[in-house]
């Protein structure tokens, strides 16, 4: 099993920054991509970004593109998402997620899940 835990969420100024970090443990594995995704109440969970395992591709959902970067540590098994210029609309819980091979792009593509962390852009 693969254990995903998320940290550096919080309340921020809309036009603030912060930056989530996602630390996998267990049974790690060596060709899989990690993301992002969010749900707002009342919202269906929705991808937000993600990366494979070398670093060298990334993905994004319009919504966060250009104020948004993920990136990861391999010797840490940690993905990060730098969060900047943020809106009242990124508000939701942010949940970190694994696949143990491929690309993540949506929900179906995940095989492990985070169990979440608030993000509220509040002015």
């Known amino acids: 099993q693969v254990q995903l835990v998320e940290s550096g969420g919080g309340l921020v100024q809309v036009g603030g920054s912060l930056r989530l970090s996602c630390a996998a443990s267990?049974?790690?594995?060596?060709?899989?991509?990690m993301g992002w995704f969010r749900q707002a109440p009342g919202k269906w969970r929705e991808f937000v970004g993600s990366?494979?395992?070398?670093?060298?591709?990334?993905y994004y959902a319009d919504s966060v593109k250009g104020r948004f970067t993920i990136s990861r540590d391999n010797s840490k098994n940690t993905v990060y998402l730098q969060m900047n210029s943020l809106k009242p609309e990124d508000t939701a819980v942010y949940y970190c997620?694994?696949?143990?091979?491929?690309?993540?792009?949506?929900?179906?593509?995940?095989?492990?899940w985070g169990q979440g962390t608030q993000v509220t852009a509040s002015s």
């Open positions: 997620a694994a696949d143990r091979d491929g690309s993540i792009r949506q929900l179906a593509d995940v095989d492990y």
């Open positions: 990366i494979n395992w070398s670093g060298g591709r990334t």
């Open positions: 267990g049974r790690t594995f060596s060709n899989g991509a």
